[in-house]
């Protein structure tokens, strides 16, 4: 009898050990994929965040560049010809910005903020061409068409505003 109670004793140390061991493995292996999942998440959490930073940074800095275009021509109206060639200089500068940062929304932004962004650029060209004609010829029809042309590109800015804060809650 006493050789088969230390055999049974042998045995279940042998078992405890067995199990302490495996439970000590497991325990380890699930810590360690909870550690990589928990990394994964958190790079993944961190990548976006610094899409939707460099996105904003983009979108406010077109936003930026269009109001600046905007307020440039406001006053534009009862200029006389001089005056309007170095506004129309000024214009083109702006207009060269303005492409810039439409092209940094162009590598930040989804389709739908690109094409609102272009829109508001071809709409830029677009008061080029008007400005020109008025400052080449002061008639009251340049000057119409050149306002309402400013219209068109002040409404332009809504959408590509809306698109921008879409853009950015989808992110």
Request: glycine content about 6%; aromatic content about 2%; charged content about 20%.
């Amino acid at each position: 009898m006493g050789d088969s109670s230390l055999v049974i004793a042998g045995l279940t140390g042998a078992t405890a050990i067995a199990a302490s061991s495996l439970a000590s493995w497991l325990t380890s292996r699930g810590n360690a994929q909870a550690a990589r999942i928990q990394v994964e998440a958190t790079t993944r959490a961190q990548r976006q965040e610094g899409v939707r930073q460099t996105r904003r940074a983009a979108y406010l800095a077109l936003i930026e560049q269009a109001q600046v275009v905007a307020d440039g021509l406001r006053g534009v109206e009862g200029l006389a010809a001089a005056e309007s060639q170095a506004v129309l200089a000024a214009h083109r500068e702006r207009h060269q910005q303005l492409r810039r940062a439409v092209t940094l929304v162009d590598l930040e932004g989804p389709s739908a903020v690109q094409v609102a962004a272009s829109n508001l650029l071809i709409m830029s060209g677009t008061l080029s061409t008007a400005l020109a004609a008025t400052a080449e010829n002061a008639t009251r029809d340049n000057r119409r068409e050149f306002q309402q042309t400013l219209r068109a590109y002040i409404r332009l800015i809504g959408p590509f505003v809306d698109a921008a804060a879409a853009a950015l809650d989808a992110a």
